[in-house]
């Protein structure tokens, strides 16, 4: 291998890394929603996996059954997870075609 092709190739890596930083930002300001409970608790998360928002409809709140509730709010977060993680490793597949790069989603 020359030293020329090594060199194409090092900034082939590097507009890749560019690119897929970029992509990750980008990726990060998006939102999924996820609901459990047939939409009693609802979950909004960005693409950094960080909740936004939490909406727990009234009639879910029942002191008697906290457990109920608990258990809501973990499956709309759980899935809201899923989603969020989907949709980076989604989108860091149209930079990278599908190859599977060590320490990115997917």
Not at 15 to 40: D, I, N, S, Y
Not at 46 to 52: A, D, S
Not at 76 to 103: C, D, H, S
Request: charged share 25%; hydrophobic share 45%.
């Amino acid at each position: 291998m020359t030293k020329r092709m090594l060199g194409d190739i090092m900034k082939q890596a590097q507009a890749m890394q560019e690119r897929l930083k970029q992509v990750q930002e980008e990726a990060g300001g998006k939102t999924v929603e996820a609901t459990a409970g047939g939409g009693m608790v609802t979950v909004v998360m960005n693409g950094r996996q960080e909740v936004q928002s939490v909406k727990i409809d009234r009639s879910v709140v029942n002191p008697d059954d906290v457990e109920m509730l608990e258990d809501l709010v973990s499956a709309a977060f759980n899935e809201a997870l899923r989603r969020a993680q989907a949709m980076m490793a989604e989108e860091m597949a149209k930079v990278t075609g599908g190859l599977k790069i060590p320490g990115l989603f997917g």
